[in-house]
């Protein structure tokens, strides 16, 4: 079983990946090394109080939360669909109620067009 070191890891790593950023950028905005980043997201080394408050300022949530994700995180896939997923609900946990209701609308509209037959669709 992960220690929560490594699950801390894995969960900046997922955020860092599904906003696109190198592990030295992200190392920037905090003022740290990427290589440090690199130690935490593969859990060889422990995130300090004061970089998880950088990484959570940058990842637009708080260190409890962080906290908390990684201490209750079984397995996480790193993929590429995870990674469009996760970008793709932060920007719709953005929205106003009423977006969500508009772009919601919209996903089930796209859907029933994708199930349509073929010749219905032209």
Same mark, same amino acid.
């Given at each position: 079983?992960?220690?929560?070191?490594?699950?801390?890891?894995?969960?900046?790593?997922?955020?860092?990946?599904?906003?696109?950023?190198?592990?030295?950028?992200?190392?920037?905005?905090?003022?740290?090394?990427?290589?440090?980043?690199?130690?935490?997201?593969?859990?060889? @080394?422990?995130?300090?109080?004061?970089?998880?408050?950088?990484?959570?300022?940058?990842?637009?949530? @708080?260190?409890?939360?962080?906290?908390?994700?990684?201490?209750?995180?079984?397995?996480?896939?790193?993929?590429?669909?995870?990674?469009?997923?996760?970008?793709?609900?932060?920007?719709?946990?953005?929205? @106003?109620?009423?977006?969500?209701?508009?772009?919601?609308?919209?996903?089930?509209?796209?859907?029933?067009?994708?199930?349509?037959?073929?010749?219905?669709?032209?």
């Amino acid at each position: 079983m992960p220690s929560l070191n490594e699950r801390i890891g894995e969960v900046i790593k997922r955020k860092r990946m599904r906003d696109r950023l190198t592990q030295a950028d992200l190392g920037s905005r905090i003022g740290v090394s990427g290589s440090y980043i690199s130690s935490v997201e593969s859990g060889t @080394t422990g995130v300090r109080i004061t970089e998880l408050e950088g990484l959570a300022a940058v990842f637009r949530t @708080t260190a409890v939360d962080l906290i908390n994700e990684a201490a209750g995180r079984d397995a996480y896939n790193f993929s590429a669909s995870n990674r469009e997923r996760d970008a793709f609900l932060t920007i719709y946990d953005g929205l @106003t109620d009423e977006h969500k209701r508009q772009a919601r609308n919209f996903l089930l509209f796209l859907r029933e067009l994708q199930l349509r037959p073929e010749e219905e669709r032209e």
